[in-house]
């Protein structure tokens, strides 16, 4: 004979009740949210199809003649700090436009990488930081370089392999960085290794008694790497202030976002490590500084990470080998009226009226001069002597001192010796 099932009783919170006892008299309900601040939230769907000759294409379905949304204005930013910002966007593009001649007249050793679209995230992200703050960029923030010091000519330079680039010809793409002066952590190319790092920097300022933000980028597709979890969950669980940017640029390469994550929207993986997820419309400067802000303030606090994720497109391809033909036109169309800079710009002439068409006009001209210069020295500039290519290789005797930053660690004094319970095993 069969046996009857009871019916499951359960508190008010889903928690079962044990035994018959009452339920606690304080509930332990966990929620979460994840704020999404954008002004617009496109429809847009692409998908595979194959052709009769075996070719693959991809389609893009949707709203794609939706009206721009206006940038939301500031929390924080001063109108002299907008127009700074939009200075930076200014010579982010116009640099990179640079660098694309160069390329095109056998200049450049190597390939470039550009961050056309992004502009607003690489630059306003930065601007957020305090000077004693790390980061550390990818290939397409090169705007953040310029915010924090660097010369347009320092990544001019580098892409030449020339002898007064930061790494003395030494390197033909982004892999520089400044330790000593500016907090910046040089890229790496193996995706997501860049989180571990960052949270390491920011664990040794805790060790020397300081509470930094430690900011860094990754990718759509590179999130995917096993590295940027294991990176996130360290930072979660020692409570370190990483602001990490995941820049949702909807391709990872030639692969849509449709193929590369199941979840809605990455920031939904900061539930996963308790720490706090925001999205941000990332062609809107305005959304991507008051983000990061928020975020720099929380690592100051010591209140631990923050994920995220900006929302935008790479308007290129993955590096300047790449056409990118494999995107629907009418997806590059779409995000072509999002242009992060041509938004900007109508916000502060038109909108805000802070900037009249005269005195943008000026701006946009001594930016371009300031470009043009930049681009001279970098062509000037030697190649390195043959021979210098075997120095730096190794560190040499004196070739730099590197010592604790804002103080020395404090190292709890012990007998140094260990108790029997505590000697290591040895199993045979």
């Given at each position: 004979m069969a046996i009857k099932k009871k019916n499951s009783k359960h508190s008010p919170n889903g928690s079962r009740r044990h035994n018959g006892a009452s339920p606690a008299t304080t509930i332990d309900l966990r929620t979460y949210s994840i704020p999404d601040l954008r002004l617009e939230h496109p429809d847009l769907s692409v998908r595979q199809s194959t052709e009769k000759d075996g070719h693959v294409r991809y389609e893009v379905t949707g709203n794609l003649d939706a009206p721009v949304p206006p940038i939301r204005d500031s929390k924080y930013l001063s109108k002299q700090q907008c127009i700074e910002i939009y200075r930076y966007m200014l010579l982010n593009r116009k640099m990179e436009v640079a660098l694309e001649n160069l390329y095109k007249q056998g200049k450049v050793v190597g390939g470039v990488y550009f961050g056309l679209g992004q502009e607003a995230c690489s630059c306003a992200s930065a601007y957020a930081l305090d000077k004693d703050d790390w980061f550390a960029p990818?290939?397409?923030?090169?705007?953040?370089?310029?915010?924090?010091?660097?010369?347009?000519?320092d990544t001019m330079m580098q892409y030449m392999a020339k002898a007064d680039s930061p790494t003395r010809g030494r390197d033909g793409t982004s892999h520089?960085?400044?330790?000593?002066?500016?907090?910046?952590?040089?890229?790496?190319?193996?995706?997501?290794?860049?989180?571990?790092?960052?949270?390491?920097?920011?664990?040794?300022?805790?060790?020397?008694?300081?509470?930094?933000?430690?900011?860094?980028?990754?990718?759509?597709?590179?999130?995917?790497?096993?590295?940027?979890?294991?990176?996130?969950?360290?930072?979660?669980?020692?409570?370190?202030?990483?602001?990490?940017?995941?820049?949702?640029?909807?391709?990872?390469?030639?692969?849509p976002s449709e193929m590369q994550y199941r979840c809605k929207d990455l920031a939904e993986r900061a539930i996963g490590y308790g720490i706090p997820g925001v999205i941000v419309d990332g062609t809107d400067a305005c959304q991507v500084y008051d983000a990061a802000r928020?975020?720099?303030?929380?690592?100051?606090?010591?209140?631990?990470?923050t994920l995220i994720e900006a929302k935008m497109m790479r308007m290129k391809g993955h590096a300047i080998h790449d056409a990118a033909s494999y995107v629907p036109k009418p997806m590059f169309d779409f995000w072509k009226k999002r242009d992060p800079i041509a938004r900007f710009d109508n916000?502060?002439?038109?909108?805000?009226?802070?900037?009249?068409?005269?005195?943008?006009?000026?701006?946009?001209?001594?930016?371009?001069?300031?470009?043009?210069?930049?681009?001279?020295?970098?062509?000037?500039?030697?190649?390195?002597?043959?021979?210098?290519?075997?120095?730096?290789?190794?560190?040499?005797?004196?070739?730099?001192?590197i010592k604790?930053?804002?103080?020395?660690?404090?190292?709890?004094?012990?007998?140094?010796?260990?108790?029997?319970?505590?000697?290591?095993?040895?199993?045979?």
């Open positions: 990818m290939i397409r923030n090169q705007g953040s370089l310029l915010v924090r010091g660097f010369a347009a000519r520089f960085g400044d330790i000593e002066k500016r907090n910046m952590v040089s890229p790496i190319s193996m995706l997501g290794d860049l989180i571990p790092v960052l949270s390491g920097v920011a664990l040794g300022a805790r060790l020397q008694g300081r509470n930094v933000a430690v900011m860094t980028y990754i990718g759509d597709g590179g999130q995917s790497t096993g590295v940027t979890y294991e990176g996130i969950n360290f930072a979660a669980v020692q409570n370190l202030g990483l602001v990490l940017f995941i820049e949702s640029n909807l391709w990872a390469y030639s692969t928020e975020a720099v303030e929380r690592a100051h606090a010591g209140e631990g990470p916000y502060l002439v038109k909108e805000k009226k802070w900037l009249s068409s005269k005195e943008n006009a000026e701006l946009i001209s001594e930016v371009e001069r300031i470009i043009e210069a930049e681009r001279e020295i970098a062509i000037n500039s030697p190649m390195p002597e043959p021979e210098s290519a075997e120095g730096g290789v190794y560190c040499e005797d004196g070739c730099h001192d604790p930053k804002y103080g020395t660690p404090k190292v709890k004094k012990g007998t140094g010796g260990y108790k029997e319970t505590e000697a290591a095993v040895h199993l045979k």
